[in-house]
């Protein structure tokens, strides 16, 4: 291994998301990967992004890239499945020494491994679930799968207030799930694999669970995205060997509400003080 | 009336919010000033204000405000709290020569009128709720008054995603309440008027009037800043005298979202090919 090599693998990782959802991706990494250095780059100024264009998803995308590169990053992890949609190609064309992961791949590969009938449901964001990304991204490795798609936003508000079980909130998840649960059992198969396409859906993961019930299997995308991370780094000896890394936090907004919503996702410390607040626009984009 | 006036009342009024809340103020100008043209400003690029801080609402409130004086409006209404608790001063300052209006201010008059026993909630988003402009406003003209604000961000996305009434969405309103309403019961005198302190709320209405029983008035902000509106203009002979107006609406980002979601707030005909994408953030601000 050259020194040159072993500087690179000194280097931390980014993440970046539109807000706070990424911090499950960030809550993944630190577990499966703790001697990595993690810098965390959540965009609250103009968060969220499930709402929005795809054109404009792709700048504010390009400068928060440029913020994390000019940190000395050795790979970026796209922490949002909106900006994964639809920013992980135009980010490696410009950016091509750069080592770009976004969730929606990891996460459609491990549906395929995780459907035994082929009938796979997607539950994300309105833009997420309209640009077809996970569809485009599971018909890909299993064309012959029957794909069912449904936006769920208002699971981004539950998981941000902290309503993440209890009866109330399962009653609210049955009747967001109810398209899909119907279109479902209107098929002949029956979807046996859900993916959670939203890095805030994790938090809801069990009250999800228990309203469809242990026949269908969920798949965690922050989960899978830090498996693919790890593997990559190890793949290309990257691996950073110190034994704990340092977690470090940008926000373009509001660093106080940040610290506050952080411990619905990450595990963590998250001290208001460690939050650095910068101004991302200026990249232009 | 000189010919200069005449001119001035044939002007349209701007209305600006963050998003598609400040509807509801739309449709109350539209229901109490039919003569009026108005155009609709609603900055779905970076929508919701509530979580950003008061540096960032002040400059965007800066640049949405230049757009609409460049549509040469009368007067322009903030149909946003969290822009109506922070911008309005800095507004008037940097545009000496414009009727800027808020809904703070009416909603706070309307609701030191409705009480009975100067005990008033307040129900708005969280920066709302922390930068007190309703407490202010409220004590300034009844320095006696108790009052109770709590956040509920959940509403938001409940109006958005057209969840207004039915038993799950009267559970889920009980429970946002539940500390308001328990800490009203726990006072001497108990509320006896709430005020829907966020654009979005009025659409909650049923729900929230059901919740708190008919003893609690609520005062709907969208109502009253309309009705401030009217009042404004009547006495700077600056109303619009013909049969019916139009309306116009801008948007920073997806059009299409914006008329599907438009319905819930207003009662009017939005479609998709009037509304216009503009971006204001090239002035700076």
């Known amino acids: 291994m050259s020194a040159a090599s072993i500087d690179e693998s000194k280097k931390p990782i980014g993440v970046f998301d539109s807000g706070v959802g990424g911090l499950t991706v960030l809550n993944e990494l630190k577990k499966q990967l703790p001697g990595e250095d993690l810098i965390y780059l959540g965009d609250t100024a103009r968060v969220p992004y499930g709402t929005k ?4 998803v792709t700048r504010y995308a390009r400068q928060a890239a440029q913020t994390l590169v000019d940190r000395d990053i050795k790979l970026l992890v796209l922490a949002c499945n909106t900006v994964s ?3 992980v190609e135009p980010l490696q064309v410009a950016l091509p020494n750069l080592l770009v992961v976004g969730v929606v791949e990891p996460g459609a590969e491990a549906s395929c491994k995780a459907t035994r009938n082929g009938h796979i449901g997607v539950i994300a964001t309105e833009s997420t679930v309209s640009n077809q990304a996970y569809q485009r991204a599971i018909l890909t490795r299993r064309p012959d799968a029957t794909i ?4 769920c936003s208002l699971f981004v508000a539950l998981a941000e207030e902290g309503w993440h079980d209890g009866d109330l909130v399962e009653q609210i998840v049955a009747k967001c799930l109810s398209p899909i649960i119907k279109a479902s059992s209107n098929s002949l198969t029956g979807m046996d694999t859900l993916v959670l396409g939203c890095t805030h859906f994790p938090a ?5 669970s228990r309203v ?5 299997a969920l798949v965690d995308s922050a989960e899978t995205t830090a498996r693919y991370v790890a593997g990559l780094l190890s793949d290309r000896a990257l ?14 907004d509001g660093p106080e509400r940040f610290a506050r919503v952080a411990p619905c996702f990450f595990s963590g410390s998250v001290e208001p003080s460690a939050i650095e607040l910068v101004d ?6």
Chains 1, 2 share one sequence.
């Open 280 to 285: 991302i626009q200026h990249f232009g984009g």
């Open 53 to 56: 264009s795809a054109l404009s």
């Open 239 to 252: 691996l950073n060997e110190q034994s704990e890394g340092q977690v470090q936090f940008m926000v373009t």
């Open 148 to 151: 069912q798609a449904q936006a």
């Open 204 to 208: 809801l993961k069990a009250s999800i």
């Open 212 to 216: 469809l019930g242990g026949d269908v």
């Open 85 to 87: 949609a639809v920013a």
